[in-house]
């Protein structure tokens, strides 16, 4: 098991910027691809950036590239979401998601593809 706990979500304004956090306790990242998805009420969950922990490989959502990014901390247990720029479509629950892997160079974007989830945490972008 990787228990994953977010916290950074709220309610900012449209043009604003929010940074998400993603924790695992007791382990690093660098042998997981780390996913972020969001889903907003009554849609499917959607794919928003993954990274590979294990070189560092990213991969955006065309909805979010050069608006979000993802990063990890140096020792590689904390996964973060920048958002900037946010717009009112952007509101939904967040997720960060794990699946562990030591081959780069990949990322996964379903949903299916992950093992483990986050609670997910609220962002509402106000226009």
């Known amino acids: 098991q990787v228990p994953l706990v977010e916290s950074g979500g709220g309610l900012v304004q449209t043009g604003g910027s929010l940074r998400l956090s993603c924790a695992a306790s007791?382990?690093?990242?660098?042998?997981?691809?780390m996913g972020w998805f969001r889903q907003a009420p009554g849609q499917e969950r959607e794919f928003v950036a993954a990274?590979?922990?294990?070189?560092?490989?990213?991969y955006y959502a065309d909805s979010v590239k050069g608006r979000f990014t993802i990063s990890t901390d140096n020792g590689k247990n904390t996964v973060y979401l920048q958002m900037n720029s946010l717009k009112p479509e952007d509101t939904a629950v967040y997720y960060c998601?794990?699946?562990?892997?030591?081959?780069?160079?990949?990322?996964?974007?379903?949903?299916?593809?992950?093992?483990?989830w986050g609670q997910g945490t609220q962002v509402t972008v106000s226009s």
């Open positions: 990274m590979n922990g294990n070189d560092g490989s990213t």
């Open positions: 007791g382990r690093t990242f660098r042998s997981y691809i």
């Open positions: 998601a794990a699946v562990g892997t030591y081959t780069g160079g990949i990322v996964y974007i379903t949903p299916r593809d992950y093992d483990y």
